[in-house]
């Protein structure tokens, strides 16, 4: 399954999150390190709603990117 993930700059680090899995976030100093760490959350996430008996919901957010001229 591939999840879409949203990553936000902030002041000093990337903040990441996953739409389709409420709660499954990660921080990172780089865009680098951040990638890396939702990818191991995203797995780490579904590894615990496993052993909770709970649904694994399916991938339904999609990113589009609008470029708007000035």
């Known amino acids: 399954m ?7 700059k902030g002041e000093t680090s990337y903040g990441a999150y996953v739409p389709d899995l409420p709660g499954c976030v990660a921080v990172g100093e780089t865009l680098e390190e951040v990638k890396a760490l939702i990818a191991e959350a995203i797995e780490f996430h579904i590894e615990g709603m496993l052993e909770d008996g709970l ?16």
């Not at 649904?55 to 339904?60: A, F, L, M, R, V």
């Open 55 to 70: 649904p694994i919901p399916k991938p339904t957010s999609i990113a589009h990117e609008v470029e708007v001229l000035n």
């Open 2 to 8: 591939r999840y879409t993930v949203v990553i936000e």
